[in-house]
């Protein structure tokens, strides 16, 4: 029996890049925007740069995999 593969990301009809095509890919990326709307009222990249910047950079490299 085959699995019915479902895709969470697709190709845009226009533009460049990828866009959610499942309710799974939805939920990515609104937890995607969550977290990035949180971590920037935690942590103010006046005081703490390199931590503002290696946080999204992470949480961003955790998206991709």
């Not at 479902?6 to 799974?24: A, H």
């Not at 925007?33 to 910047?53: C, K, N, Q, V």
């Amino acid at each position: 029996m085959k699995a019915d593969r479902t895709y969470w990301f697709g190709k845009k009809r226009f533009g460049w890049g990828i866009g959610p095509r499942s309710w799974q890919g939805w939920v990515t990326m609104l937890v995607y925007t969550a977290l990035m709307i949180a971590l920037s009222r935690l942590i103010d990249p006046g005081l703490h740069y390199a931590l503002a910047l290696a946080s999204r950079i992470g949480i961003t490299l955790l998206l991709l995999q």
